[in-house]
């Protein structure tokens, strides 16, 4: 931990990742209502971090619906059936004997196709495989520091195409899908509908520009051929999941984290076959990208 952030926070204390984004938060009790200068330095953190864990944080599904509400309204969760008696809580749940490609094996930044995307995704450790089941972040605001002024000046006036289809359309993975998956997965016409969003996003906090796209939700470039926009988004998505945009999250249980939709995308990695793997999901209501 450095002096400057033993400084900067009064009432937590945040440890920077090594990854250049991501922190962990100790000194925090979110089980209890926060304090409002407890609220306003995670917020702060967060804004400053991205990603942030929560150690040793034993939620009941009550405390976690009330610290999801620390940092924003509900988000909507579409194609996932809720946990019974708690509609803005998701158990991500994969059983010993499942097969299926484990849930969020994909870059994606959450329900992106939604006209306002959630902020804020939580995720809330409560069994944790002995091996596998990392979660893998990039910062999306780094990969766009990184681009040449051309690049950026390029991209600027884009506007991307998002839709839930590959995932969760007529025709997408989980309409095809043999195996067994414990998730209950709602495939919907719904999910083939499309919504465009500047390519680029401003931080309505940070002010920092991010990109904001994915290769699990974006389906191409208003105004542009199909072989125009893969062109460009096959290079974005290569270039913002390089090593040097990449936070690895090591799980334990009890661990809650908290990542920011508006600036980072996310692939939860497999290699757990065999062991139980569950976590409970909340998200934050977000804005219309800008
Ligand atoms: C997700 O929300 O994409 C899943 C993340 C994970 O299970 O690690």
Redesign the pocket.
Same mark, same amino acid.
């Given at each position: 931990m450095s002096n400057l952030d033993l400084k900067d926070y009064e009432t937590i204390r945040v440890t920077p990742e090594a990854s250049g984004f991501g922190a962990v938060v100790e000194g925090i009790d979110l089980s209890r209502p926060l304090a409002e200068p407890v609220r306003q330095e995670m917020l702060r953190a967060w804004a400053e971090h991205a990603v942030l864990s929560f150690p040793r944080q034993a939620l009941s599904l009550e405390a976690l619906e009330a610290a999801t509400l620390q940092f924003g309204p509900f988000g909507a969760d579409p194609f996932i059936k809720p946990m019974d008696g708690h509609p803005n809580v998701l158990e @991500?749940r994969r059983e010993p004997d499942e097969k299926a490609t484990?849930? /969020?094996a994909g870059w994606?930044s959450?329900w992106s196709f939604q006209p306002e995307p959630p902020a804020a995704?939580l @995720?809330h450790a409560q069994v944790v495989p002995p091996v596998g /089941?990392d979660?893998l972040f990039a910062d999306c605001a780094a990969a766009y520091d990184a681009l040449s002024p051309v690049m950026k000046d390029l991209l600027a006036p884009l506007r991307a195409v998002h839709s839930a289809s590959r995932a969760y359309g007529t025709q997408g993975v989980f309409a095809r899908e043999t195996e067994k998956r414990t998730m209950q997965i709602v495939v919907s016409p719904e999910a083939d509908k499309t919504h465009a969003h500047p390519l680029v996003r401003t931080h309505p906090v940070s002010g920092r520009k991010a990109l904001f796209v994915s290769p699990v939700y974006t389906v191409g470039i208003e105004g542009m051929t199909p072989e125009e926009s893969q062109a460009i988004l096959g290079f974005l998505f290569k270039h913002m999941t390089q090593d040097a945009f990449i936070f690895r999250h090591r799980w334990a249980k009890d661990t809650l984290l908290i990542w920011d939709n508006r600036r980072t995308v996310?692939f939860?990695e497999g290699g757990y076959d065999g062991h139980l793997r569950v976590?409970h999901?909340t998200t934050v209501a977000g804005e219309v990208p800008v």
């Open positions: @991500l484990n849930f /969020g994606h959450d995704t @995720l /089941g979660t996310h939860a976590m999901r």
